[in-house]
């Protein structure tokens, strides 16, 4: 079994590039699929998702590979199945972007229910509803769904929450339909505006992405294009306060700071100094951190992503910090873990109550999902002497090798194996 084992206390210094956003090249590459010919797609993360993505994509009829070091070139023109494999579907919740795609092409989709971190309620209800809605029929049966239509056709959708994930599958579904979509109620975050953006290169016509509503013109076919994928401003947030944490001075290169204000704003209310440039941003902490109040919410309020993280920081904050989760309900499952290391965190349901204690110690650590192991990573990074952090694939499915990363800006971290 792999670890990190971690060794505390030593402040993070120097540069680092910030890799493309998992959440945006997961949906960009399932569009893919509606493309007839190559598309490159540059900056996309060498993690365990984007791999089990690739595969569905070679299991379904197409070409898909890494071609250098963030390239990735896909040709999807003979693909010979819409049915996605239920073995990758259970590994990846990303993978249900494959239904709107597939349905709007080929007129057909069989899936199964998606896996991924257990973090609460994620029901796919939007999705199904809206896919309904553009006229697709659907049959669930014993954890499968299968959609069909003989042609998708525009109309008026209004999503009761901004889901991300609806937000996209049905954007994509739409691009082919005939006629216009409006999609009232849309996510706005960056990732959404990325795969519009995707999309728009390969010949779709869509409007309003990164806005409350959205109006796609359905097209005939898409035709392959190149593409580079965002910054991914989670990666950057946790190095930020992975720096602030071991106050440390740490600059990221390739960031958008725009993607992060709201994360931004609370780092200066807890004492980090920050220097913003076009695609950079210079952070530096202070010698003591203050406790802030943290309300998770779509975009462009604060990312549930860094919720956890975040919590990390602010169990070494001078006072009490309050954290509200809006988005999941299940997203505290690191709590254990932190206490664990000697922070003082008591939960409510949504609310997380954080008093502040002047330091955390090393201790055996076990990552349940993606973001938690996140915040086990940056908490050994300022807990005196060694942690074990176990649970390692949830931590690979989101961050581009972290411990190099990590050790490259000084940190003391080594990635091993122990027995079980």
Do not use: W
């Not at 945006?24 to 993690?47: C, E, F, K, N, Q």
């Not at 440039?277 to 902490?285: G, N, P, S, Y």
Request: net charge negative.
């Amino acid at each position: 079994m792999d670890v990190f084992q971690v060794r505390g206390g030593i402040p993070l210094e120097g540069e680092v590039r910030v890799c493309g956003a998992k959440n945006a090249a997961l949906p960009i590459l399932a569009a893919t699929t509606m493309v007839r010919g190559v598309t490159r797609i540059d900056d996309v993360p060498d993690l365990e998702d984007v791999r089990v993505m690739l595969e569905i994509l070679r299991r379904l009829g197409a070409k898909a590979e890494f071609v250098s070091a963030g390239l990735v070139e896909v040709d999807a023109t003979d693909i010979s199945s819409t049915n996605v494999p239920d073995e990758l579907m259970q590994k990846m919740r990303s993978s249900i972007f494959l239904m709107g795609p597939l349905l709007a092409r080929f007129g057909e989709v069989r899936v199964s229910k998606p896996g991924g971190c257990v973090i609460g309620q994620r029901p796919i209800d939007y999705h199904l509803r809206g896919m309904r809605e553009l006229g697709a029929s659907i049959e669930e049966r014993h954890g499968y769904i299968r959609c069909f239509a003989h042609r998708l056709v525009g109309t008026e959708l209004t999503l009761d929450f901004p889901s991300v994930g609806a937000t996209e599958n049905l954007m994509m579904a739409a691009v082919l339909a005939d006629g216009e979509t409006v999609i009232e109620n849309a996510a706005r975050e960056p990732e959404i505006v990325d795969l519009a953006r995707f999309l728009q290169s390969c010949g779709a016509v869509v409007t309003g992405a990164g806005e409350h509503r959205m109006v796609i013109h359905g097209v005939h076919h898409l035709s392959g294009a190149s593409h580079r994928v965002i910054p991914d401003r989670i990666v950057a947030g946790t190095l930020l306060l992975a720096a602030a944490v071991t106050r440390g001075s740490v600059v990221l290169r390739n960031v958008e700071p725009l993607h992060l204000m709201a994360v931004l704003g609370k780092m200066r209310e807890s004492g980090l100094h920050l220097r913003v440039l076009r695609d950079i941003i210079a952070c530096e902490m202070s010698d003591e951190f203050s406790a802030v109040d943290i309300r998770t919410e779509p975009f462009p309020g604060f990312p549930t992503d860094l919720q956890a993280p975040f919590m990390s920081l602010s169990a070494l904050a001078k006072g009490t910090s309050v954290f509200r989760e809006n988005v999941f309900e299940a997203r505290y499952k690191h709590v254990d873990e932190l206490v664990r290391m000697g922070a003082d965190i008591s939960v409510d349901l949504r609310t997380a109550v954080v008093r502040g204690v002047s330091k955390m110690s090393g201790a055996t650590v076990c990552a349940t999902d993606l973001r938690g192991g996140a915040a086990l990573v940056v908490a050994a990074l300022a807990a005196e002497g060694l942690t074990e952090l176990r649970g390692l694939q949830h931590i690979d499915r989101g961050y581009e090798f972290l411990d190099r990363q990590l050790s490259m800006l000084g940190a003391d971290v080594i990635r091993t194996q122990v027995s079980r």
